[in-house]
């Protein structure tokens, strides 16, 4: 069964037709559909702190179960590798952290994108369009006030 048919968009083969021409009637199916992504790339630094992150940690757990494989067999070996193992949680901690330093400082260097435009945008546009109001209002006045000065009356 085919992705397309579990997902209920191919067409049923029709009579006589073979299964690879039935769902695009003569074109070849792709191997690789692009799909949208859910979420939005990370930073190129944030990424590589994150890939740094994840492989020294990755080698703190290998190094963690040798240590205790070292242990169960009476090995001479397991308290250097239990030392190596703390020095190697208090390193993978300060990675982890490295990512979530590394990313608040990009977050601040380069803002967030928020989408949709947040609250606080627009509240500040309506209070510039009002003062932009008031401004004219003001002038509007004292274009009035000007015109009738020098003058006991209109008439």
């Not at 191919?10 to 859910?38: C, F, K, M, N």
């Not at 090995?75 to 703390?86: D, N, Q, R, T």
């Amino acid at each position: 069964m085919d992705t397309d048919e579990r997902r209920g968009t191919a067409a049923p083969p029709a009579a006589g037709a073979s299964t690879d021409t039935a769902a695009g009637a003569g074109i070849p199916r792709q191997l690789w559909v692009e799909e949208p992504a859910i979420r939005r790339r990370m930073p190129d630094p944030v990424r590589t702190a994150a890939v740094r992150a994840v492989l020294i940690m990755s080698l703190t757990i290998i190094q963690a179960l040798v240590a205790f494989l070292c242990t169960l067999a009476g090995s001479w070996l397991a308290f250097p590798m239990v030392l190596g193992g703390v020095a190697s949680t208090v390193v993978a901690t300060w990675s982890v952290l490295d990512v979530w330093v590394t990313r608040q400082v990009w977050n601040q260097r380069n803002g967030v994108v928020s989408v949709p435009s947040s609250t606080a945008r627009r509240m500040r546009r309506e209070r510039r369009t009002a003062r932009r109001g008031a401004r004219a209002r003001a002038r509007g006045e004292a274009r009035i006030r000007r015109r009738g000065e020098g003058r006991l009356s209109r008439a």
